[in-house]
C-alpha cells in the first residue's frame, strides 16, 4: 500500500534490449567483394581507409606475442636475480649472452636478414 506524498516518485523502468545478430565473416566476405569491385571498375585510389583499417588489424593480431615475450624476459631476469645470488657473476655474463643473442634475433627479424 502506498502513502499519499506530495513528492512525486518515479516509475521504476523496465530494461528492453534487442539482440542484433552480428556474423564477422559474413560482413568480411561482403567487404572483399565490394573492394574486388571497385579495384575491377578502375577506382583504386578512394580506398584509403579500407586499407588503414586492415594494416591496424592485422597488427593487432600481430601483437598477441608480446606478452610471452614479456613473460620470458621477466621471468629470464627473476632467474638471473636468483642465480647471482647464488652464483656471483657468472649468471650476469650468462644474462649478457642471452641478451646479446635476442637482441640479434630481433634484429635480424626487423631487418629481415637471413
Given at each position: 500500500m502506498k502513502f499519499p506524498s506530495l513528492f512525486r516518485t518515479p516509475a521504476h523502468?523496465?530494461?528492453?534490449f534487442e539482440p542484433r545478430y552480428y556474423d564477422p565473416v559474413k560482413e568480411d566476405i561482403a567487404r572483399r567483394t565490394a573492394r574486388i569491385k571497385q579495384e575491377l571498375?578502375?577506382?583504386?585510389?578512394s580506398n584509403?581507409?579500407?586499407n588503414i583499417s586492415s594494416a591496424f588489424a592485422r597488427k593487432s593480431r600481430q601483437s598477441n606475442k608480446s606478452g610471452l615475450i614479456q613473460f620470458s624476459?621477466?621471468?629470464g631476469m627473476f632467474c638471473t636475480f636468483f642465480g647471482y645470488l647464488y652464483y656471483g657473476n657468472l649468471a650476469l655474463y650468462l644474462l649478457m649472452g642471452v641478451m646479446a643473442v635476442y637482441l640479434?634475433?630481433?634484429l635480424r627479424s626487423l631487418f629481415k636478414i637471413r
Open positions: 523502468k523496465r530494461f528492453h571498375s578502375g577506382d583504386k585510389n584509403y581507409r579500407a624476459l621477466i621471468a640479434v634475433y630481433r
